[in-house]
């Protein structure tokens, strides 16, 4: 059973980056396609961004020039950074796996990422 | 980008009636539409994926219907478990876009 555990900081300061990292356990990570996905009360649901095993990536075109993924496949690690943040990108974030690269198989747990000084 | 929307907001059921959810697209889908059950405090949940197939270990009662740019989840038989936001999510087109939920909540 595939498990996803985020980890990174919970509080960001306007104008920092967000750094933010999962970790995969149960499978490997190669074997499936991986995006991030963030829900704030004012903008619901919105797709960040999309890796595949080699390391391809597609961003929603209103975060591309602030957004990267990476993965590590070596470690079953995906990594999400946010550059310039605002109160806008107050958010919980979810690392997103599936068995094709465009619906959500599984999901980590989310956590809720606050942009303030 | 594909511009989703979901009605009705909220869906006022009784326990063991049906419930019906309806879900728009800007432009055609084809079939490439997903649907999706979250609880409060959890993550979402793959319910449907193209349209009409049920997730793994999504029971029965679940049916996703639609092509094009009307797609329609039924709900048979609501039990405890299925008061919940559901929602729409397109993959016909990048940026992959989702609907604002449809609060489904007990009558």
């Known amino acids: 059973q595939v498990q996803i555990q985020d980890s990174g900081p919970r509080l960001v300061k306007p104008s920092e980056t967000l750094s933010h990292t999962c970790t995969v356990s149960?499978?490997?990570?190669?074997?499936?396609?991986w995006n991030w996905i963030r829900q704030s009360p004012g903008k619901g649901l919105e797709w960040i961004g999309f890796?595949?095993?080699?390391?391809?990536?597609n961003y929603n075109p209103s975060l591309k020039s602030r957004v990267a993924i990476s993965i590590d496949t070596s470690n079953n690690h995906l990594s999400l950074t946010l550059t310039s943040v605002t109160a806008a990108d107050t958010a919980v974030y979810y690392c997103?796996?599936?068995?094709?690269?465009?619906?959500?198989?599984?999901w980590g747990q989310g956590t809720l990422v606050t942009v303030s000084s | 980008e594909i511009v989703m929307t979901q009605s009705p907001a909220t869906l006022s059921v009784s326990p063991g009636e049906s419930a019906t959810l309806s879900c728009r697209a800007s432009?055609?889908?084809?079939?490439?539409l997903a649907w999706y059950q979250q609880k409060l405090g959890q993550a979402p949940r793959l319910l449907i994926y193209?349209?009409?197939t049920r997730a793994t270990g999504i029971p029965a009662r679940f049916s996703g219907s639609g092509s094009g740019t009307e797609y329609t989840l039924t709900i048979s038989s609501l039990q405890s478990d299925d008061f919940a936001i559901y929602y729409c999510?397109?993959?016909?087109?990048?940026?992959?876009?989702f609907g604002p939920g449809t609060k489904v909540d007990i009558k």
């Open positions: 997103v796996g599936g068995r094709y690269p465009y619906f959500f198989d599984f």
């Open positions: 149960g499978a490997s990570i190669r074997d499936y396609y």
């Open positions: 890796i595949n095993n080699r390391g391809s990536t």
């Open positions: 432009q055609s889908l084809i079939t490439n």
């Open positions: 193209g349209a009409s």
């Open positions: 999510q397109q993959y016909n087109a990048w940026p992959f876009t």
